[in-house]
């Protein structure tokens, strides 16, 4: 049975708004992080939902990196953004392509170059290219940004220890425990 907590999608109530996107985008700045959403709004012809990482009980990802930057929690796989050195082997590892590299500016290099060019930087010199994972929102007292915003509850946090769950305000607990049970036994 899975061990680490993990936020997953209902596709049937997601209305691809993307909220969630921009929960994650604030709760990753107000925690001190690289401000990129850690979950993806996928759009295809058969519906709308968000993906992000399932934070694997085996860790593919942390068992790849070199510098020990992804590390297994007791809950999560934790990312320590510090000391990643963007070589991507993990995003390379995840099965579920949940983690992206990306790159932020560095506040001691004067960019000589237009904004427009240094918005979406995925690689440039002076620039830290780090891995993006969800982090359960790690030390946001009220759990995860994206799981309290959704507006029709599509977003649920399981946590298989506790055998508990965290669901937005809307959902009814009819439609809660289902969903939690069919969840539990696909883990």
Sequence with gaps: MKQHKFVIADYKRCIGCATCMAACFK???????????????????????????????????????????????????????????????????????AITSNAELMPSVNYAVEPKYYLEVESQAGAKNIAIKCDMCYGREEGPACVEVCPTSAL????????????????????????????????
């Design 156 to 187: 649920l946090m399981i946590s298989p220890k506790d055998d508990n769950h965290k669901l937005g305000k809307r959902a009814t607990s009819q439609i809660t425990d289902a969903f939690m049970q069919k969840i539990l036994q696909e883990a």
């Design 27 to 97: 709760s990753a700045y107000e925690r001190g992080k690289l401000s990129k959403a850690r979950l993806a709004v996928l759009r295809q012809a058969a519906g709308v939902m968000p993906t992000q990482c399932r934070q694997c009980d085996d860790g593919p990802c942390a068992n790849v990196c070199p510098t020990g930057a992804l590390r297994f929690n007791d809950d999560c796989i934790e990312l320590h953004e510090e000391i990643c050195i963007g070589c991507k082997l993990c995003t390379i590892a995840c099965p579920y392509g």
